[in-house]
């Protein structure tokens, strides 16, 4: 649900009060970040430094599975994306939620199910929601084969720090609240191109080379995407691609509003009544259970 | 009624139907193969007989490519968007109906390079290879292949295929966004990802995607 009043009482300030723990996140950010990205001083090491034995075969298999996820772990996808969709360049690049800053600090307490998480259990919440499929249990290869991957990204990392780089950056709020007409106008300018008039991603010789934003094929509500404040930051750090910081800081929540005011794979927490959905798991930014042209997201 | 009255019309019909009479529809086949007759040369004296480009002489295959595409850079070689000797006067000597009538003629047209799985990369943990593969996330660049398609086939109507084009074709675009003499690419996508290419990327990336497919 949006919730105007949060949006309003944060206007030009970095929403640090209560109130907006709408970036209650999964990566707590102690200031938010305008200036786009400083190069993390960690760095994980060269994919030819593979090691040529068993493990490094797991090491590569989870490549394959976190880059091409529909192709190497078919049964537990249930949309068009990929992992490295969202965490770009194989996982490695900071700022767009990289593996090797997630590795160094799980197990850790989740304000979205209200337990201390495991590293497979919050690769499981991304195979559920961001590719609305069904988590792989932890003792599978292809669970093993992204731990692995993973693991060997941080190698030499200190455990239990908050790297730079982690998470997408925080953006400080807009000056003017976020707006649906406006967004259209910039997606139509600066995403269309890759991702359809109609978010609906392109393919070539069938297979996907820009993802889907919104509709059927994309991630769903349940996703850390799907809120506002999450997408910003993404693309604001990453999108055009090539072209990540390019946006303005409202251009960057014009569109995010926008991407995210369509439908799509609704919530596996759904409770039979987006009412009650809304009310248990959306209480932060985002549109689910809203009215947009004159329907109410969330329904299909 | 006189039944060789009725022809006449008929055979003006016709006659009628054909370019050489009636400039009003321009044939792209015609301007390919022979010019437009208002100072366009046959394209197919450098583009090859069936658009397959020469590779020895450094002209790009346009076989297969998006009609899309291929109107863009007429008309940007007419703006001067993209500057180039040869193709600047050349592509200001044709008019819109023009340019659209050969471009879509010349995407019609086969091209070997463009199907099929590519040929197998020789050398994949080369230079040219990792950028085209993985880019050079450091600098903000993304692979090639990330919007060029997988093999580098590219995905229409905005994303031109870069394997099999001639090596000094390529280098020469890549260079060309570095300095300016080419700027009409959709949101500057290739001038930002020539940016913090060094000389010796842009020869090695263009050595390894001239050579990925065969000819």
């Not at chain 2, 074709?169 to 500057?188: E, F, K, M």
């Amino acid at each position: 649900m949006w919730n105007r009043f949060l949006t309003m009482s944060c206007l030009g300030t970095l929403c640090l009060s209560p109130g907006a723990t709408l970036l209650a996140a999964d990566v707590p950010h102690a200031t938010a970040v305008t200036a786009p990205i400083s190069v993390a001083p960690y760095q994980p090491p060269a994919d030819d430094s593979m090691p040529d034995d068993e493990f490094g075969k797991l090491v590569r298999l989870g490549k394959r599975i976190f880059t091409d996820t529909g192709k190497y772990a078919g049964k537990y996808v249930g949309n068009d994306l990929s992992c490295a969709n969202c965490h770009l360049d194989a996982g490695r690049l900071a700022n767009s939620a990289p593996l090797w800053a997630a590795w160094v600090k799980y197990p850790a307490w989740r304000g979205k199910n209200k337990m201390v998480n495991t590293m497979e259990q919050r690769i499981q919440g991304c195979f559920r929601y961001s590719m609305n499929g069904t988590p792989p249990p932890a003792d599978s290869d292809e669970l093993k084969a992204i731990m692995s991957y993973s693991f060997w990204l941080a190698s030499g990392a200190p455990t239990n720090t908050d790297l730079p780089g982690r998470g997408y950056p925080a953006l400080d709020k807009p000056a003017e609240p976020p707006d649906f007409e406006r967004g259209r106008k910039v997606y139509t300018r600066n995403c269309a191109l890759c991702h359809g008039a109609d978010g609906q991603g392109t393919k070539a010789e069938g297979k996907i080379v820009f993802p889907p934003l919104w509709g059927n094929d994309s991630f769903n509500w349940g996703a850390g995407m799907h809120r506002i404040n999450t997408a910003a930051s993404f693309i604001r750090a990453n999108m055009p691609l090539g072209k990540g910081g390019s946006l303005s800081l409202q251009d960057a929540w014009d569109v995010a509003y926008f991407m995210n005011s369509h439908e799509r794979p609704q919530d596996p927490r759904f409770a039979g009544d987006v009412k009650a959905t809304d009310k248990a798991f959306h209480q932060h930014q985002c549109r689910y259970g809203d009215k947009v042209g004159g329907k109410i997201l969330g329904m299909k | 009624m006189n039944k060789n009255l009725t022809r006449i019309p008929l055979l003006l019909l016709a006659l009628s139907a054909s370019p050489w009479l009636f400039a009003a529809s321009p044939d792209g086949q015609t301007i390919a193969t022979q010019g437009n007759g208002k100072g366009a040369t046959a394209c197919i004296a450098c583009h090859g007989q069936q658009g397959q480009g020469n590779a020895d002489a450094g002209y790009p295959y346009l076989a297969g490519l998006s009609a899309d595409y291929l109107r863009n850079q007429l008309t940007a070689f007419s703006s001067g968007s993209r500057k180039n000797a040869v193709m600047q006067p050349i592509a200001g000597s044709l008019s819109k109906q023009d340019i659209a009538a050969v471009a879509e003629y010349f995407s019609g047209l086969p091209n070997d390079r463009l199907k099929g799985s590519a040929a197998t990369p020789s050398d994949v943990s080369g230079k040219g290879a990792v950028l085209a593969r993985n880019g050079k996330w450091a600098a903000g660049v993304p692979a090639c292949f990330r919007c060029h398609g997988a093999d580098g086939r590219g995905v229409a109507p905005h994303f031109p295929p870069v394997v099999g084009q001639p090596e000094a074709y390529i280098r020469n675009q890549l260079v060309a966004w570095q300095t300016g003499a080419r700027s009409n690419d959709p949101l500057g996508l290739m001038q930002s990802v020539v940016k913090s290419l060094s000389r010796d990327e842009i020869d090695a990336v263009a050595r390894y995607l001239a050579a990925q497919s065969e000819k």
